[in-house]
């Protein structure tokens, strides 16, 4: 089997996976990402860097974030066994601090004193303020009105962390028109560093996300080698951009034993047109700066896209998810919210874990495969964050 590089260059150009990715930005902005670049190439080769990102990592953060069988689950679904990567332990509480502190430590590189980013759960937008808090840094996050409201407790801590929340109220008001207002402000201010969330976006951004948040898969591989003597059977993640993912899977990628699935929104339902299930619905497009899959109204425009989940509701996902998909070594499936909600509630009653809603998708998936599974075979979920921020939403729809 080829062996599956972080950033691949082909005919299409530099920063390209298969045929998705690239840069298709304004003219203005070019320079912008040039910089970045030469400054990302600049750091993979200084040991002085990592060193700092993985003490960091270590001594802030609290990696390496455990692992977690969850017999209670696996003997109620029968079949297989069930594990997570517990990143809902992670100082913030979620995956986003590490490529939040990766970027933080790269603008610091670059001489920028300003931050700005966008946010939908409040996750990234939590963790960026935390890094820039610990390092120092001007910081300003964009999130959409809609999200504001419905993620309050994150708000709530961005605001304590001292960083500027800007209510983006255009469109549809959530993850979407938060990139778009980051990114007209990222166009506007030469001074800025631009601290991108997710594994999307023009080059070199998905290849910079992936390179921080690859800790995870590392982090993985190893610890279920040393506790099962094996790879797990199947590894399994939600997909919104896709940043958790790719971080997970890029720890696997080159076993072909192992299956990857990536969990989409399938919303209200695939046929009600009320998901963001873009990798299973959409179709190859441009959309902020890249090419990769993206869901579509009837004029060709990213089309408005819903989940009860506020960090999945994206039109775009990552360049390289689109590319394993293409290239079949990973399958892309899509859960509703009512499957994830009683993912939810199953984690939280019989195993005493409460998941980020995001995570619950994947693990809705991973309830559905158990049964079908030998005693012998394992699944390795990515539990992306912990579902504080989600209690508002889940508890008057359970009733609670």
Do not use: W
């Amino acid at each position: 089997m080829e062996k599956l590089s972080a950033v691949h260059t082909n005919a299409a150009g530099k920063g390209f996976y298969g045929e998705f990715g690239g840069s298709y930005v304004p003219e203005e902005l070019k320079p912008r990402l040039e910089e970045l670049e030469r400054a990302y190439e600049n750091i993979l080769s200084d040991q002085s860097f990592f060193e700092e990102f993985h003490r960091l990592l270590k001594e802030y953060v609290g990696r390496p974030s455990a692992i977690t069988e969850c017999q209670n689950i696996s003997k109620k679904f029968g079949g297989g066994r069930l594990f997570l990567k517990r990143e809902d332990l992670n100082h913030t509480g979620a995956h986003k601090i590490n490529n939040a502190l990766g970027q933080a430590l790269l603008a610091k590189r670059m001489g920028k004193n300003r931050v700005i980013a966008e946010t939908g759960a409040g996750m990234h937008g939590t963790a960026t303020a935390t890094v820039c808090a610990l390092l120092g840094l001007q910081c300003t996050i964009y999130m959409g009105a809609v999200d504001v409201k419905r993620q309050a407790p994150n708000v709530a801590r961005m605001k304590v962390l001292g960083a500027e929340v800007v209510p983006v109220t255009f469109g549809q008001q959530t993850l979407k028109e938060a990139v778009d207002a980051a990114l007209a402000e990222y166009v506007k201010d030469p001074d800025v560093f631009y601290l991108l969330g997710s594994a999307v976006g023009p080059h070199p951004y998905p290849a910079i996300v992936r390179e921080f948040q690859s800790v995870i898969g590392e982090e993985a591989r190893r610890q279920f080698m040393e506790r099962e003597g094996k790879m797990p059977d199947y590894v399994v993640a939600c997909v919104g951009g896709g940043s958790n993912a790719i971080g997970l899977f890029s720890g696997f990628i080159n076993d072909p034993s192992v299956k990857i699935v990536g969990v989409e929104p399938a919303g209200k339902g695939l046929d009600t047109g009320e998901h963001a299930a873009t990798l299973v619905a959409g179709k190859p497009g441009i959309i902020h700066g890249f090419k990769s899959y993206v869901l579509t109204d009837e004029k060709g425009e990213p089309a408005e896209v819903y989940s009860i989940s506020a960090g999945l509701d994206y039109p775009g996902v990552g360049p390289e998810h689109a590319y394993l998909k293409e290239s079949g070594r990973a399958q892309y499936v899509a859960v509703t919210d009512q499957q994830a909600l009683e993912a939810f509630s199953e984690l939280c009653r019989l195993e005493g874990i409460i998941p980020a809603l995001e995570s619950s998708h994947a693990l809705a998936y991973a309830l559905e495969l158990l049964p079908n599974l030998n005693a012998d075979e394992s699944v390795l979920v990515n539990l992306s964050g912990r579902g504080d921020k989600d209690l508002d939403t889940v508890l008057p729809i359970l009733g609670l």
